[in-house]
């Protein structure tokens, strides 16, 4: 039941761009996008509702295909406080593996 | 608003012995989730109340942990007892409704020796 990340973990440099991916082997109606940082509870970035929903906040977006079941996650020009742990949440129950993002000078 | 309220922080205990969490959701946050967190994993779903009715405890081992919601508003989670393997960082969530942000409290650490 618990959606599958993709990659587990990433290396970006400073203003590079991310893409994370979460599938899921059940139907999905809604997704949500989470971020951890080490020994913090995780933070709500954004929802998604409807097949083919993308949302922005500042320079991280997200979009949601049903049909695939999937949902991808874009950092662009990323900043040192994007690091931390990157969770989906699939219809409000099952949290993803999880990626962890590592953004370095 | 003030955030979701979880007591204690930290708590060590020797196996077999019990201990219970307590959280305090955001008011009027009518759905209420309990996370068990193992170090290097995600959040995994224990037990989810609507008020104070059992939504979903698929995945609470029922022989040793138990929660309760009575009136609906604050929530203890319960073990009892504890093996080894219950280490981990027990996470409480609250949400206005369905398809609204989890806001998470700052959980607690436990540690079973």
């Known amino acids: 039941q618990q959606p599958v990340q993709s990659p587990q973990a990433v290396i970006l440099r400073e203003g590079e761009d991310a893409v994370i991916n979460c599938s899921s082997s059940?139907?999905?109606?809604?997704v949500h996008w989470y971020r951890q940082k080490h020994g913090e509870a995780p933070v709500f970035l954004m929802i998604l509702l409807k097949g083919g929903e993308q949302k922005g906040h500042e320079k991280i977006s997200a979009s949601f295909n049903e049909k695939k079941q999937q949902s991808s996650l874009y950092l662009t020009a990323s900043q040192l406080s994007y690091s931390g742990t990157y969770f989906c949440?699939?219809?409000?129950?099952?949290f993803g593996t999880g990626t962890s993002l590592t953004v370095i000078p | 608003e003030a955030g979701v309220a979880q007591s204690p922080r930290y708590k060590i205990i020797e196996k077999r012995q019990s201990v219970a969490f307590w959280c305090n959701p955001i008011?009027?946050?009518?759905?209420l989730y309990w996370y068990q967190q193992i170090l290097g994993q995600g959040p995994k779903l224990l037990i989810q109340f609507q008020n104070n009715g059992v939504v979903d405890d698929s995945q609470l081992p029922k022989d040793r942990f138990s929660a309760e919601r009575l009136k609906g508003v604050d929530s203890t989670l319960k073990i009892q007892p504890a093996k080894l393997e219950d280490s981990a960082v027990y996470l409480c969530?609250?949400?206005?409704?369905?398809?609204?942000?989890?806001?998470f409290g700052n959980g607690t650490r436990l540690t079973v020796t």
């Open positions: 949440l699939g219809n409000q129950f099952y």
């Open positions: 969530a609250s949400c206005s409704s369905y398809n609204s942000p989890l806001h």
């Open positions: 059940k139907a999905l109606y809604s």
């Open positions: 008011s009027g946050h009518a759905t």
